[in-house]
């Protein structure tokens, strides 16, 4: 058990719709990443939050959007579903910068 | 563009003998490695890590070597168990905004 918590486990919906998808990083770090795991693209970066504050981006559609709570928990959002937006989605929380803790992951599946 | 490779997609080893699993980047500006472990519908889990200012790291069973002219790493089990059978993704760090992972290599561990 990393410490890193997310919800929904598991995830379906229709294209066009929205979803949230939450995570709580381990007790201590202020960092949250959110990543995507497709079959095609393997693990791919989305973006970082850093004690309430976006830190880093990267191949982050402009349908999806993210932001970490005073509590230091995170959200990413999912708009305008697509089929191609089926993936796992991961989160992870660190304190160094470096060493990333992840979560179980979050299944979407869109129909 | 892939910035960390893991060319085998696969790696089949005995039970007790060592297992090498390798990987190579391309970004000179990567200070920090790291090796994890995958189950399927699981999340990452940490491994080991290596700073670009060192040329190994050592933890149980584990051993990571980093080869910065060569810009390769290894990572070695021994020995090696069933319970070792997962994907193994490398991963670098920039500064520890994000993580580019490799697109991982399946290992097997025979008994």
């Known amino acids: 058990d990393s410490g890193v918590t997310q919800t929904p486990k598991h995830l379906i919906t229709a294209t066009g719709q929205r979803v949230t998808l939450r995570c709580s990083p381990r007790s201590g770090d202020l960092s949250v990443y959110w990543y995507q795991q497709s079959l095609d693209q393997g693990l791919q970066f989305l973006i970082q939050y850093y004690n309430g504050e976006e830190r880093a981006k990267g191949n982050i559609l402009e349908r999806f959007s993210a932001q970490q709570f005073p509590d230091l928990h995170s959200e990413l959002n999912l708009s305008s579903l697509e089929l191609g937006d089926s993936a796992l989605y991961f989160c992870?929380?660190?304190?160094?910068?470096?060493?990333?803790?992840f979560g179980p992951g979050t299944r979407l599946l869109v129909l | 563009d892939q910035q960390v490779k893991q060319n085998s997609p696969s790696l089949s080893v005995q039970e007790g003998r060592i297992s090498i699993l390798n990987c190579d980047y391309t970004?000179?500006?990567?200070?920090?490695f790291l090796w994890y472990k995958k189950y399927p519908a699981e999340g990452p889990t940490f491994l080991i890590s290596i700073s670009s200012i060192k040329d190994k790291n050592e933890d149980g069973r584990f051993t990571v070597f980093l080869n910065k002219s060569a810009k390769h790493l290894s990572l070695h089990i021994v020995p090696s168990q069933p319970g070792d059978s997962a994907v193994y993704f490398c991963?670098?760090?920039?500064?520890?905004?994000?993580?580019?992972f490799g697109a991982g290599t399946i290992l097997r561990v025979k008994s």
């Open positions: 992870a929380s660190g304190l160094d910068g470096e060493t990333q803790y």
């Open positions: 970004n000179s500006m990567f200070d920090y």
């Open positions: 991963a670098a760090s920039d500064y520890g905004n994000k993580l580019v």
